[in-house]
């Protein structure tokens, strides 16, 4: 099973909105909704950001946002504020029944 | 309030074993399923097993199946990994996660870590 794709990083400045790819396959992200993103500061556990593609849990900012197309899935961050520095990890559920993470995504805010 | 406290995690030479044990408190145990997932220095994130909320079935990357055995006592509220062949490229933080049986991954909850080093 690979890992799902990311770029390596993204850079905005505060304020600004940015958009974050993960892309697998029809095994993976594509064959059901089963699509996750975590946020993962320096030293820290993960943090779960959004469920099931596009539900944000209980506690997380309407900032986050997220959007699946096809084997592509996507995590949006608008109104980019300094807190928001982190790694982005996104996660998907397989066909095999197994679980595969993506490479995350380094967000840098100017 | 959710705790997953793991431990165990120490130096350990290549080709050895080594258990580790992750306590869960602050909900019901069993209507969990649990996982564990690595962290390689400096790099991503690495799931490495699941198992369900009563114990019955586990799941397994095919690249850790064989070497790597889940387990859970429901009885302590407990989840454990036997890691066994231990190589270099083991090496990592391994957080365990909680993970509302039914929600196909989903992993509510972490605890913070216990660090593994396979080295000679």
């Known amino acids: 099973q690979s890992a799902l794709t990311q770029p390596a990083s993204v850079s905005a400045s505060r304020g600004q909105s940015i958009t974050i790819s993960c892309t697998g396959t029809?095994?993976?992200?594509?064959?059901?909704?089963?699509v996750f993103w975590y946020q993962q500061h320096p030293g820290k556990a993960p943090r779960l950001l959004i469920y099931?593609?596009?539900n944000r849990p209980s506690g997380i900012s309407s900032r986050f946002s997220g959007s699946k197309s096809g084997n592509t899935a996507s995590l949006s961050i608008s109104g980019l504020q300094a807190e928001d520095e982190a790694v982005y990890y996104c996660?998907?559920?397989?066909?095999?029944?197994?679980?595969?993470f993506g490479g995350g995504t380094k967000v840098t805010v100017l | 309030e959710v705790q997953l406290l793991e431990s165990g995690g120490t130096l350990v030479q290549p080709g050895g074993s080594l258990t580790l044990s992750c306590a869960a408190s602050?909900?019901?145990?069993?209507?969990?399923?649990m996982n564990w997932v690595r962290q390689a220095p400096g790099k991503g994130l690495e799931w490495v097993s699941g198992i369900s909320g009563f114990g019955d079935t586990t799941y397994y990357p095919d690249s850790l199946k064989g070497r790597f055995t889940v387990s859970r006592d429901n009885s302590r509220n407990t989840l454990n990994l036997h890691m066994n062949s231990l190589r270099a490229e083991d090496t990592a933080v391994y957080f365990c996660?909680?993970?509302?049986?039914?929600?196909?991954?989903?992993?509510?909850?972490w605890g913070q870590g216990t660090p593994v080093t396979v080295s000679s």
């Open positions: 996660a909680a993970s509302v049986t039914g929600t196909r991954g989903r992993l509510d909850y």
């Open positions: 602050g909900f019901t145990f069993t209507s969990y399923a």
């Open positions: 029809s095994s993976d992200v594509g064959y059901a909704n089963f």
């Open positions: 099931d593609v596009n």
């Open positions: 996660s998907s559920h397989t066909i095999s029944r197994t679980l595969v």
